[in-house]
């Protein structure tokens, strides 16, 4: 149990570790450990400030982990992304990170975890590739571009769609869509 020590600051710097100086206490506080004149020994809300690593890294794996906010999905969230009306915006950690340290994102273009950890920020794991191609590489996609080539051939040999969708184990229309080039186009 750490204990809170209390009474002047002859540093006159914030006790939160930002370094930064206070103002002169305008009451003396036995609650913030203020005395009246000498300099405070936090700055406004800086004495609850938590002091928890924004990711550590996994040995094994080489992921940056994202410790703190995370949203429902997994990714983590930060406040950063500029200013709206409510107040701060959010923005994913994974994206503040890649674009500190990499550049900005392309438009058109989102960001692939290639280890696959929705809570990694490590750069290096990431890539900058079209929607389509995200999505193609996820962990819940049946068909790949082979497949989609193969449900094609079928289709010119005369198979209708609802016996594509049983041979490939996907709909009617998820079939249709294929075979109409709609998804599973080809890079252009």
Known sequence: ???????????????C????????AQLTSNRLGNIKGQPQRYLPGHHTKKKTAAFVIDAATGCWNWQRCRNTHGYGSTAG???KTTGRATKFAHRLFYEKLRGRIPPGMTIDHLCKNKSCVNPNHMEAVPQYENVRRGDQVKLSMDVARRIRADAMSGKTFRQLGKTWGISTSHAFQVVKGICWKEKP
């Not at 020590?5 to 006790?15: A, I």
């Open 81 to 83: 992304g500029g200013k």
């Open 17 to 24: 570790g930002c370094r930064a100086a206070t103002a002169p």
């Open 1 to 15: 149990m750490s204990t809170i020590l209390r009474g002047p600051n002859p540093s006159g710097l914030c006790l």
